[in-house]
T-cell receptor
């Protein structure tokens, strides 16, 4: 089966840096993805790591260590619009995506 | 502009009624998915399809059924709604290509069964 663990909530001020961690346990690993979901909205894709290392996309970066079954999403220069839930997700089977419980980020002025 | 559409966005219905949640995508994606999400919780896969006439149940058991008669359309049906079916239902699609295999989600259908 699939299991993804994430801490539940973090509060940070504008301009700060937040790291959201994710540990996973899957039968077969096909990469770690990150999605953002604003309250009441649809999840939207942020980034994907298939190999170990850091992927950078603007203010957001994602890291993967396959040997540790661990990854993180780094949010830099936090803005109010970054207040949302962030989910890590892994593929299993044939293109099926399993999500972690999510981490709510609250950005305050 | 959204490329995957879900209707209705909100539905309040009485116990025992039959409901169909519609999902359509204009991207020509072969793979489509239904996820169920309670407030503040993770998304659970309840159905998926790899193409026309292909449907499979997901990891979370659901009394709903789906059909895939056309590539762009993946409706979900509950024959007899119950309060335990109250949740948000999210439809998604992907082209299933190599690499990230990004899922594009619809805005969701929020169902309340009284």
């Amino acid at each position: 089966g699939q299991s993804l663990e994430q801490p539940s909530e973090v509060t940070a001020v504008e301009g700060a840096i937040v790291q959201i961690n994710c540990t996973y346990q899957t039968s077969g690993f096909y990469g770690l993805s990150w999605y953002q979901q604003h309250d009441g909205g649809a999840p939207t894709f942020l980034s994907y790591n298939a190999l170990d290392g850091l992927e950078e996309t603007g203010r957001f970066s994602s890291f993967l260590s396959r040997s540790d079954s661990y990854g993180y999403l780094l949010l830099q220069e936090l803005q109010m619009k970054d207040s949302a839930s962030y989910f890590c997700a892994t593929f299993y089977g044939n293109n099926r995506l399993a999500f972690g419980k999510g981490n709510q980020v609250v950005v305050i002025p | 502009e959204a490329d995957i559409y879900q209707t209705p966005r909100y539905l309040v219905i009485g116990t025992g009624k039959k409901i169909t949640l519609e999902c359509s995508q204009t991207m020509g994606h072969d793979k489509m998915y239904w996820y169920q999400q309670d407030p503040g919780m993770e998304l659970h896969l309840i159905h998926y399809s790899y193409g026309v006439n292909s449907t499979e149940k997901g990891d979370l058991s659901s009394e709903s059924t789906v059909s895939r008669i056309r590539t762009e359309h993946f409706p979900l049906t509950l024959e007899s709604a119950r309060p335990s079916h109250t949740s948000q239902y999210l439809c998604a699609s992907s082209d299933g290509g190599s690499g990230a295999n990004v899922l594009t989600f619809g805005a969701g259908s929020r169902l309340t069964v009284l």
